[in-house]
């Protein structure tokens, strides 16, 4: 997903520190879904196939929260484009990541590497 570590331009336009924050978060896998949260357990880890959400009770991963679940519906129809939602092309992950690039063709050279 990331070519570069960095300062990203998009993040200048995200004029609420809380969701830049969060955006940054989510990207850095800094967050608190249970996929990430599951590594933290003592005094050993929560097996990855244990780190579920609550609601679905399947793998709470990035992709799960961004296109998955239905907790979110609200916001993924505000947000994302229908076509990463519902895109048959490009699989499971891969729909994350072109959700997730910075750059405007990075989906589609994506895309084209794929097929």
């Known amino acids: 997903m990331f070519s570069e570590f960095g300062f ?4 200048d336009i995200i004029l609420i520190a809380k ?3 969060a955006l940054t978060r989510l990207r850095t896998s800094s967050h ?4 990430e949260t599951g590594r933290w357990t003592k005094p050993h880890s929560t097996p990855r196939f244990e780190r579920k959400c609550q609601l679905c009770n399947t793998l709470e991963d990035e992709f799960h929260f961004m ?3 239905p907790l979110y519906r609200d916001v993924r129809v505000k947000y994302i484009r229908k076509y990463y939602v519902n895109c ?3 699989i499971y992950f891969d729909r994350c990541v ?3 690039c910075t750059d405007g063709q990075c989906c589609l050279m994506y895309i084209e590497n794929k097929l």
Do not use: D
């Open 8 to 11: 990203k331009q998009y993040l």
């Open 19 to 21: 969701y830049r924050y």
């Open 32 to 35: 608190r879904l249970a996929i």
């Open 67 to 69: 296109l998955e679940c």
């Open 88 to 90: 048959e092309v490009v």
């Open 98 to 100: 072109c959700v997730m």
